[in-house]
């Protein structure tokens, strides 16, 4: 686990300007807040009722399309599937549930290698 999130911050961390979430090598604090709510969510709701819920918000699912090519990089065959679609269609929820949650841990420490800034 401790060396998967490490594997991933390299990634996480060029992704975060990619999918925009970085502009002018800033992050809205509002990020931080949504990375940093989506584990606990997902521990204390489930993983697809999390991703559920942070895919029907267009800022929120930045933070799941983040995870999904987080874990396209390291060799999840997602595709073009949402990655709530993925989670349905796995054979192997419990090992995905892992990969998703380090995956989310690993965006939320680079996130906070930007300045954050507080909603205008």
Known sequence: ???????YIP???ELIKEVEIAKDGEVNNKF????????????????????????????????VKAIAELLKKHGE???????????????????LKSKIIDASIALKLAV????????E
């Open 1 to 7: 686990m401790k060396k998967r999130i490490e594997d």
């Open 11 to 13: 990634r996480a961390i």
């Open 32 to 63: 931080n807040g949504y990375f940093s709510s989506f584990g606990a969510s997902i521990v204390q709701s489930g993983l697809k009722p999390t991703l559920a819920f942070f895919s029907n918000e267009e800022s929120k699912e930045m933070i």
């Open 77 to 95: 065959a997602i595709g073009d599937l949402k990655l709530l679609d993925y989670v349905i269609a796995s054979s192997n929820e419990e090992n």
């Open 112 to 119: 906070r290698t930007y300045k954050l800034k507080k909603d």
